[in-house]
């Protein structure tokens, strides 16, 4: 018993374009996850850059910090330099959530497309 429905040029071509589509779309989701990926250490390196010229700030003031006052005034820009590091690293998580958010959304579009191309030939 053979079926002779898959030996048809229109389920041949249908099934050779759904290929090159599936293709292309795989491209399109690495291309994605490259981007995503590239965005995610563009922003985690903009926030270790802030927080190394915070680190260095507040070590040349301890350097320089030779009385009691001055110490005094350092402890307060610390614990003010822990804050707002702690402020930029919630910022840069809710930012990453934010793009990973948006790259699975391309994905899932992208899939969906996927299964609308497949579900024709399939019959």
Do not use: C, Y
């Amino acid at each position: 018993m053979s079926n002779t429905a898959f030996n048809t040029t229109a389920w041949t071509d249908a099934a050779a374009t759904a290929g090159r589509d599936l293709q292309a779309a795989a491209l399109k989701a690495q291309t994605l996850s490259f981007d995503t990926a590239s965005t995610l250490l563009g922003q985690h390196f903009d926030v270790l850059t802030k927080q190394a010229e915070s680190a260095i700030a507040l070590g040349r003031e301890a350097m320089a910090a030779r009385d009691l006052e001055s110490a005094s005034a350092l402890i307060g820009k610390s614990i003010a330099a822990a804050r707002t590091q702690a402020e930029l690293a919630l910022a840069h998580g809710r930012s990453v959530v934010a793009t990973l958010n948006r790259h699975t959304e391309s994905l899932q579009s992208l899939a969906e497309k996927q299964v609308a191309q497949v579900k024709p030939i399939k019959g």
